[in-house]
């Protein structure tokens, strides 16, 4: 189970951070990653990090969010930096066990909302 925070309406130029905790079998040996999704597009992959591994980042997003992880507390985060308003979309939190990627895990989903 993965539960996403953080979320919420925030001015151009502004700053969210948003936290997924897993429970304990979803996180430790599990790539995380955040997607969103805006109205009428597809999802699509923010940044991903792997257990040990160095993150990537969707060339979008690239020197103003930042993905991190927590893992004694089984919480992944993703800090944004300079908003802007084609970042409104839905995000998600995603685990996939580094043994089969096949299988995703999907949070319930938050609303990042980038306007003035």
């Known amino acids: 189970q993965l539960v996403e925070s953080g979320g919420g309406l925030v001015q151009p130029g502004g700053s969210l951070r948003l936290s997924c905790v897993g429970s304990g079998s979803i996180f430790s040996n599990y790539l995380m990653a955040w997607y969103r999704q805006a109205p009428g597009q597809q999802r699509e992959l923010v940044a991903a990090?792997?257990?040990?591994?160095?993150?990537n980042y969707a060339n979008s997003v690239k020197g103003r969010f930042t993905i991190s992880r927590d893992n004694a507390k089984n919480t992944v985060y993703l800090q944004m930096n300079s908003l802007k308003p084609e970042d409104t979309a839905v995000y998600s939190c995603?685990?996939?066990?580094?043994?089969?990627?096949?299988?995703?895990?999907w949070g319930q989903g938050t609303q990042v909302t980038v306007s003035s």
């Open positions: 990090i792997p257990r040990g591994g160095l993150p």
């Open positions: 995603n685990a996939r066990p580094i043994t089969n990627y096949s299988i995703n895990y």
